[in-house]
T-cell receptor, first 115, second 114 residues
């Protein structure tokens, strides 16, 4: 079974600075999707960004971008110009294209933003 | 624009009691699922469904039952609650295929079993 590893349980960043959250995954599949979800204290799970494995170009959504390294099975999230509202738990997730029922999550990284 | 509606938000049960967590979505999604979230473990899949009348087990199914009588509803039943089931539960739905298939989550239920 695929596994998703987030090696940083906690990270902190100064407001307006840039931070990168790490995610690695283990799979033998060639086609899959990767996601980053944000969970603020409200507990709501919010999709931040998504990437399809077949697309070479790294996804970008405003201040959020990813560094997708397929060969290294790495999918890091970069947050630029960090804001206080970015403070949350961030989860990396993997979804198989062959078996859509299989979506795996990492353990999460808690991001603190210091004013 | 309701999305995924999950009730209740909070619940306290005593060991051995039963209850049903409700989940409904209005996006005509084929896929629905239940996850539990525990500290340091991320989200783990309990049960899922790919359409009305079809359900299957996920990673941690023991102690939980589900049914899918309609496309919209996917309730999760705890038949005899145990303290190990203390967790935050999320219902989620999505389309079945394609890059436009991220999970849409409900707001979660915090369940405490004493």
């Amino acid at each position: 079974a695929q596994t998703v590893t987030q090696s940083q349980p906690e990270m902190s960043v100064q407001e307006a600075e840039t931070v990168t959250l790490s995610c690695t995954y283990d799979t033998s599949e060639s086609d899959y999707y990767l996601f980053w979800y944000k969970q603020p204290p409200s507990r709501q799970m919010i999709l931040v960004i998504r990437q399809e494995a077949y697309k070479q170009q790294n996804a970008t959504e405003n201040r959020f971008s990813v560094n997708f390294q397929k060969a290294a099975k790495s999918f890091s999230l970069k947050i630029s110009d960090s804001q206080l509202g970015d403070a949350a738990m961030y989860f990396c997730a993997y979804r198989s294209a062959e078996d859509n029922n299989d979506m795996r999550f990492g353990a999460g990284t808690r991001l603190t933003v210091k004013p | 624009n309701a999305g995924v509606t999950q009730t209740p938000k909070f619940q306290v049960l005593k060991t051995g009691q039963s209850m049903t967590l409700q989940c409904a979505q209005d996006m005509n999604h084929e896929y629905m699922s239940w996850y539990r979230q525990d500290p340091g473990m991320g989200l783990r899949l309990i049960h899922y469904s790919v359409g009305a009348g079809i359900t299957d087990q996920g990673e941690v199914p023991n102690g939980y039952n589900v049914s899918r009588s309609t496309t919209e509803d996917f309730p999760l039943r705890l038949l005899s609650a145990a303290p190990s089931q203390t967790s935050v539960y999320f219902c989620a739905s999505s389309l079945l295929t394609g890059v436009h298939s991220p999970l849409h989550f409900g707001n979660g239920t915090r369940l405490t079993v004493t």
